[in-house]
Antibody, heavy 120, light 106 residues
Framework: QVQLQESGSGLVKPSQTLSLTCTVY??????????WSWVRQLPGEGLEWIGY???????NTNPSLRSRLTMSVDPSKNQISLQLRSVTAADTAVYYC????????????WGQGTLVTVSS | IRMTQSPSTLSASVGDRVTMTCRAS??????LAWYQQKPGKAPSLLIY???GLKSGAPSRFSGSRAGTEFTLTISSLQPDDFATYYC?????????FGQGTKLEIE
């Protein structure tokens, strides 16, 4: 059974960088059959796709966040990472990692999510 | 692509048949998924390809498509079904979600 687990800083100051890691259990992140994605959920609101990364390091990201975003993959640790620079209160959200099968577009499964609060 | 779900809130009782809708602002073929989310939990995939039921998901859930309008139907509501439901299109980047339909106990 594939499981994903997010970890990282729960509190970030405005203008600083948000950093999160997603560890994958039960599957190899180096599989050519899957992409590994980030999705966030703003408080009381809907869901926003952030982007995804392939094991080769190739990415596809949401243009609304692209200029502040870095995604990376570490196959040796079976992890992906997210960095979002110059954060504001508007970046306060629950951040999820999720898997997408190649040539598909739906997210399954999801991690349990981690709340990141941007506040001084 | 904008995804618009209706209604925002739906009140129903155990045993009811319920339907909720998701409309895409342009053609997305059948590239639509439905998710269920319970409070404090991550979304969970129910339907993909507009009408494909995820393996292990209850058969009382079904999805359909009519042009750019998509429907999620629960044939007989169970207590475990009270949750928020989201649709998502994956035909065009960026992937986008609807704002959700909250299914409440009447």
């Amino acid at each position: 059974q594939v499981q994903l687990q997010e970890s990282g800083s729960g509190l970030v100051k405005p203008s600083q960088t948000l950093s999160l890691t997603c560890t994958v259990y039960g599957a190899s992140i180096s599989s050519s059959s899957y992409y590994w994605s980030w999705v966030r959920q703003l408080p009381g609101e809907g869901l926003e796709w952030i982007g995804y990364i392939f094991y080769t390091g190739g990415t596809n990201t949401n243009p609304s966040l692209r200029s502040r975003l870095t995604m990376s993959v570490d196959p040796s640790k079976n992890q992906i990472s997210l960095q979002l620079r110059s954060v504001t209160a508007a970046d306060t959200a629950v951040y999820y990692c999720a898997r997408i099968a190649e040539n598909r577009g739906w997210f399954d499964p999801w991690g349990q999510g981690t709340l990141v609060t941007v506040s001084s | 692509i904008r995804m618009t779900q209706s209604p925002s809130t739906l009140s129903a009782s155990v045993g009811d048949r319920v339907t909720m809708t998701c409309r895409a602002s342009q053609s997305i073929s059948s590239d639509l998924a439905w998710y269920q989310q319970k409070p404090g939990k991550a979304p969970s995939l129910l339907i993909y390809g507009a009408s494909g039921l995820k393996s292990g998901a209850p058969s009382r859930f079904s999805g359909s498509r009519a042009g750019t309008e998509f429907t999620l139907t629960i044939s007989s509501l169970q207590p475990d079904d009270f949750a928020t439901y989201y649709c998502q299109q994956y035909t065009t980047y960026p992937y986008t979600f609807g704002q959700g339909t909250k299914l409440e106990i009447e």
